[in-house]
């Protein structure tokens, strides 16, 4: 099975840039898609509800924000929107395919502001218990999407410049250690091994895309039923920036 993340930065941009041929050029079997900034009633048919794929929408309430979605190409069981009954920003999207649980993700960010800050950080206290019960699963779970923190100094190119960033806040970092500590698989680091990078995101500003100078926020995790399965890894950081500011992570599973 290959699961693909991609933060698209506004499912209708992606669209008119080329989404199509990307999500052909990397087949994966099951898509999570974050910041996808569109109901479905607002995109063209064809698109609402693809050929081929079988679709679970999460938009935000608000119009043009945030907002999820996962697609899959066999069917799936909706299993949660929101980690409750309240989830106006539309964060969070659980299925099961093929006998593995999905989560797709999207951590508020807290650049624009101490109140989106404080808001980010409700969010990681509530999402950490939320999220370790599916660690203690027999079955494979894979948590994956923008989880907009940067975890180790290996994971930003530049660190010391942004220890007081939010994303890369020292208590951001230590609670990103907790919540692996729980029982996740990180596994692009498993795949790269103790390396800089590799990087998923990328300023518009500095030259930052072309001299590979990003962060790492987007994750896909697993319990340990889906670590026995993990066989690769990757970032399509080539082309899959023609797309977003974020390229696709994918992993494959036996």
Known sequence: MRITTWNINGMRAALRKGLSGFIERIQPDVLILQEIRVHPEQLPAEWAAPEGWHVAWHPAQRLGYAGVAVWSRQPFRIRCRGMDCDDPEGRLLAVDVDGVRVVCAYLPSGSSGAHRQRHKERWMKAFLPWATQFTRSRHPVVLGGDLNIAHTERDIFYAKPNEKTSGFLPHERKWFGRFLGTGWTDFVRIQSGEIQGPYSWWSN???????????????????????????????LRDGGLVISDHAPVTIELR
């Not at 590979?212 to 670590?227: F, P, V």
Request: zero cysteines; glycine letters at 10%; a positive charge.
């Open 205 to 235: 500003r500095g030259r930052a895309r072309e001299l590979d100078r990003g962060w790492r926020i987007d994750y896909l995790l697993g319990n340990r039923a889906a670590e026995k399965r993990f066989a690769t890894a990757s970032i």
